[in-house]
């Protein structure tokens, strides 16, 4: 018995604002469909974050739609939760991983957070804000529970956790439950495979590069998922690495070497199949950086499919501000102003805050300050009765989420 996990394919995102961007995630979803099939596998685990958003284009839902009919044709079933792009934090809301349950697409939720494949136990869990940690940890009890009446078990999650995670996690290693044989994790994009509990905890990362600080983890353990061995007493890992279709060019050059350095980066990628992103960083500019810019213009930019530069002026010390936001961060620096309070769940509450106001999600944002004020205030705010992770009420949407 074997079966492919995979997580994070964020299908419909548009980076940069690049259709051809989009088109990218696309061609690796299919390419990881196509090896999953080579694989000869019994069944897939997908961690969450299978769209970008929780309101996928029309192309993003007919890409999916013809990898999970592939995966049907050669009789391998798919397993999948919600992660927090493909979510709605809202009362009665439904993933649109939903819509695919009539085609085989068996979908782990609250409502039914549990299914067998044969004498293997799967349990997991949709995506949980550190705001609902509490409510989080005691899903994972009912679920360990349950576990211990099998022999072989699965966990999936779509969670950062503070060992691999840094400063902004939604559960410690601790708060784990350790009688699983693996641990399908979802939500960092970076390749994790570690021993824990009975077998292994594994993060598969993104399929494709999401954002460039993701370029170090990629050329060092490759895009892609995992295919596990689960026949033995402890589970086998092993990756499958899928080329991406785009290569990510990162170059430090001088100012006083341009010509020679524009003309080495010419050489390099002429012959590309596709237009490569090309992040430059351009030391000691002595002169105007719009100049500098249309010189890089005009000799790459029928050969890239974009270029974003930085310039350090001559005489100044370089700033990495990716390294300093890698450092810090927006919500490090949000929770270094609020030290002064002393209240770890106002911490928490600012920061999901954060995360959903720059994305616009106002609608969100409203509901969890509704429950944080239900849960800190009850005594004063009788009225306010949102708690998440209840089922919704519409029968209908009850009706779908049970199905199998």
């Known amino acids: 018995m074997k079966f492919a996990h995979l997580a994070d394919t964020h299908l419909g995102y548009r980076q940069y604002g690049l259709f051809e961007r989009e088109k990218d995630f696309y061609e690796v979803f299919e390419k990881v469909i196509d ?21 996928p284009s029309p192309m993003a839902l007919l890409t999916f739609q013809k990898g999970l009919l592939k995966l049907k044709g050669a009789g391998i079933p798919m397993y999948a939760i919600a992660g927090n792009h493909d979510s709605v934090m809202r009362k009665g809301s439904i993933p649109p991983q939903v819509i695919f349950k009539k085609l085989g697409l068996k979908v782990i939720s609250t409502i039914n957070p549990t299914y067998m494949h044969g004498d293997i136990f799967i349990a997991g869990l949709p995506y949980y804000p550190a705001s609902h940690g509490k409510a989080l940890k005691s899903k994972l009890a009912e679920l360990s529970q349950k576990a211990t009446n099998h022999d072989k078990a699965i966990l999936v999650l779509h969670q950062g956790i503070d060992k691999y995670f840094g400063y902004n996690y939604e559960l410690e290693i601790g708060e784990i439950p350790d009688n699983f044989d693996y641990y399908a994790l979802g939500h960092i994009h970076k390749y994790v495979n570690d021993k824990f ?156 805050l954060y995360k959903l106001l720059s994305k616009d999600k106002f609608d969100e944002a409203r509901e969890i300050i509704a429950q944080f004020y239900d849960e800190h205030y009850a005594s004063v705010a009788e009225d306010v009765e949102f708690k998440t992770e209840e089922p919704p009420e519409n029968e209908d949407v009850q009706k779908t989420l049970k199905e199998d």
Request: glycine content about 8%; charged content about 30%; aromatic content about 8%.
């Open 35 to 55: 090896k999953i099939i080579e694989e000869n596998v019994d069944f897939v685990i997908h961690s969450g974050d299978l769209f970008e958003t929780a309101r």
């Open 197 to 352: 509990g009975r077998g292994r905890l594994v993060y598969p990362g993104s399929s494709e590069v999401w954002k460039t600080s993701e370029l170090q983890d990629y050329h060092e353990n490759g895009k892609g998922f995992v295919v596990v061995d689960f026949e033995g007493s402890k589970p086998i890992v092993k990756r499958v690495k899928i080329d991406i279709p785009r290569e990510f060019i990162k170059k430090t050059i001088d100012y006083s070497n341009l010509e020679k350095d524009i003309s080495s980066i010419k050489d390099t990628i002429k012959d590309f199949d596709k237009k490569p992103i090309l992040n430059l960083t351009i030391n000691n500019v002595e002169s105007d950086t719009k100049g500098i810019y249309d010189i890089i213009k005009e000799e790459l930019g029928d050969l890239a499919l974009m270029i974003r530069p930085s310039f350090n002026l001559a005489g100044e010390e370089p700033i990495d501000v990716g390294e300093l936001t890698a450092k810090l961060g927006p919500e490090k620096l949000l929770i270094m102003q609020l030290e002064g309070y002393g209240n770890s769940d106002v911490d928490i509450l600012a920061t999901d």
